[in-house]
């Protein structure tokens, strides 16, 4: 009887740590998949933003945005921009954040409260897997539009005015 009583504590013990393994396995398994899910929702926020960013320069450094390096979203970056929710369950799936990108000339220090070059880092956060965080960065540049004339202020292509 001592020995059935061993070897069925052993099968338990056992069916036990099985359903544990099993158990890690699954939730592995789930923060894989979850983190994937993130990743790709982070991507169509870029996504989502950067049509909206790209032609609104001169907002960029309005209310100093850049001085909260990509902590804060821009008010103009909202809801009312584009939709912020890819299921369509009336939560916000991401944040748009932007920051300045190192582009000082070299005899400065590198101040993110001031863009030089007329490109900003997008900054996609997905918001909707908290346990799997996941974010994009996409650098979006502004080229005005328009002709460019090298008499003109600041000449082509920052080559001053060649007159």
Not at 11 to 28: D, E, K, P
Request: some cysteine.
């Amino acid at each position: 009887m001592l020995v059935t009583l061993v070897v069925i504590s052993s099968l338990i013990a056992g069916g036990i740590v099985l359903a544990s393994m099993q158990m890690q396995s699954m939730r592995s398994t789930r923060l894989t998949r979850n983190g994937l899910s993130a990743t790709y929702c982070a991507e169509a926020g870029a996504i989502a933003a950067y049509q909206t960013v790209a032609t609104s320069y001169p907002i960029w450094g309005a209310n100093n945005y850049f001085a909260t390096q990509g902590t804060t979203q821009p008010t103009w970056l909202g809801d009312t921009a584009f939709s912020h929710d890819l299921d369509n369950d009336g939560v916000d799936d991401f944040q748009i954040t932007l920051l300045d990108d190192d582009d000082e000339p070299n005899t400065m220090n590198n101040d993110p409260t001031t863009d030089y070059n007329h490109k900003v880092w997008i900054v996609s956060t997905c918001t909707k897997y908290p346990d799997t965080p996941q974010q994009v960065m996409q650098l979006v540049g502004y080229s005005g539009g328009g002709n460019c004339y090298n008499s003109q202020a600041g000449g082509c292509d920052g080559n001053n005015n060649t007159n």
